[in-house]
């Protein structure tokens, strides 16, 4: 498993906690792999998920430790995400 793949579960985790999140997300890190958060918190899995918001390490890195916008990141073409632009909608709130 992967350092960086560890470490950003960890900050899911600590950053959704005990709020839960209904519906479920996939952040798909290029050349890493895959996190899924749902109501169960975050996890490494390539499953199915509402939502999948996919970008390279770097740019996941600096939204997980709050450096970058998830909303600038889609806008600035850093950040692609396929599904449900409500549920996407929901987490950039849940991370702000």
């Known amino acids: ?3 960086i ?3 950003a579960v960890a900050e899911l985790n600590e950053k959704i906690g ?3 999140f209904a519906s479920s997300a996939k952040f798909d890190i290029a050349e890493v792999g895959s996190i899924v958060l749902d109501a169960s918190g975050a ?3 390539d499953d199915d998920a509402d939502v ?3 970008a390279d390490v770097d740019t996941f890195q600096q939204i997980f430790s709050g450096d970058l916008n998830p909303t600038s990141a889609f806008m600035s073409g850093k950040l692609t ?10 987490l950039a709130s849940a991370l702000a």
């Open 1 to 3: 498993m992967s350092d």
């Open 5 to 7: 793949l560890e470490q």
């Open 18 to 20: 005990g709020a839960g």
């Open 43 to 45: 996890r490494i899995s």
């Open 52 to 54: 999948t918001l996919s």
């Open 81 to 90: 995400i396929d599904g449900d632009m409500g549920v996407a909608m929901q």
